[in-house]
Structure formats: C-alpha cells, structure tokens
C-alpha cells in the first residue's frame, strides 16, 4: 500500500500538507522561502488539530489558515501592499465575541477594511447561540473557524481590538491598541447574546468611523 495513502486510498494529511506547501510556496515565491511556506502550513495543521472536532477538512482549513498567515506575514514585511485598514479582534476562545465582532466588521465595512480574528485558547467550533444571532443579523458565519493568535497576524495588523484575553496578545510599536470590556457569550442565554451583538456593533461603527474616514457603514 503507498505509505502516503491512507487505509481507504485517501491521500494521508502529510501527503496534502506537503501539497499544499507546494501550492503556496509557488504564490509566495519571492516573499517567503518555501521552508518558511512549509514550517508555517504544518504549524497551522498541528495547531488546529489541538481542538478541532471534525478532522476529515483539516488539511483544507489548515491551508486557507496558512496562506492568510503568509499573507500577514508578508504584508508585515512590506513585501505586499495593504489596501486597506487590517484589524485584528482577539478573545480567549476566538468562538464569540472575537467572531462576532469580525463578522459585523466585514459586514459594516465591505473592502474597506481587512479583518482577522484569533483566539489565546481556541474553541473547536463556534457558539451557536453566537451564530444564530449573527444570521438573525443577516450574517452568515458558516464557513469561519476558531483560529489560533499567531504573532504574524498581530504583526501585520494596524488595530488590535482585545476583549478578555488579558496579557496574551504582544505588544507592537506603532499600532493602535484597544481592548472592549464585554460579556462572554459562554454564559448568557440568546437574548443576553444578542445584547453583547448590539454593543459589538456600536464599537465597531465608531473604529470604521476612525479608521475609514468617508465609510458610511449601513445596517442591514
């Protein structure tokens, strides 16, 4: 049996892993050495492996994690332009009120501003009550993941925005820092959820504001 093949003829996580460094080695040629492509995809991999529930799509979810790690990363280099602001919004689990704020972000602010988040533990999967207000909202968040801080992500952001993750996250020169006193959605019940939803969005509107200038961010 081909020893990168697994016991039902499916390519092993290495044999894909290996492949995807490949894939993104050749998109980041001239930027980041292909060790570098390959050290940061087998660190996605493992780091997502620690609490991932399903690991049927890790290699794939592993990919798209690494390549926005290169990407930061090469973006903290100067090597890739930034056309627009990046915020980075960080909590413990990266299953909440990171999520959520990341996602009324990207909804506010269109390709206005670039948006990460992360988490100091992360979680296997989201809150559901935190993805049912988030589609009460218009906001599908079907296709995000709790993703581990990594130092490149912070790196390349302009805001940080903390929201109970105490020390975690390091502290750059030159970046603007913010950290949002709320309640964790762990412990509340849908309508206690939806109230931190509210409040996210009233902080997020006023850093669109700070950041965009001219972003006229509309409610759905």
Known sequence: MNPQRGQYGLLSPASVLHRAAERLAQQFAGMVSEETVERVV???YTAL???????????????????DRLVALAQ???????????????????????????AITRHLGGERVHVRSAGSQPAAG????????????????????????????????????????????????????????LDD?????????????????????QLLTELTPGLTATRS
Request: with cysteine; aromatic share 6%.
């Open 126 to 181: 989201l809150l559901p009550g935190v993805v049912t207000v988030l589609q009460e909202a218009g906001i599908d968040v079907s296709e995000e993941f709790p993703k581990p801080l990594t130092d490149d992500v912070v790196r390349a952001a302009d805001a940080v925005v903390t929201m109970g993750c105490g020390d975690a996250c390091p502290l750059y020169p030159g970046k603007r820092y913010l950290d949002w006193q």
């Open 185 to 205: 959605p762990a412990e509340l019940d849908l309508d206690g959820i939806r109230a931190v939803r509210d409040e996210i969005q009233q902080h997020v509107e």
């Open 76 to 102: 903290s280099r100067g090597l890739i332009a930034k056309p627009a602001p990046e915020i980075l919004y960080v909590c413990v689990q990266n299953s909440g009120r990171s999520q959520m704020a990341a």
């Open 49 to 67: 492996a620690r609490t991932a529930n399903v690991s049927t799509h890790l290699p794939t979810v592993a990919e798209k994690f690494a390549r």
């Open 42 to 44: 087998f660190e996605s």
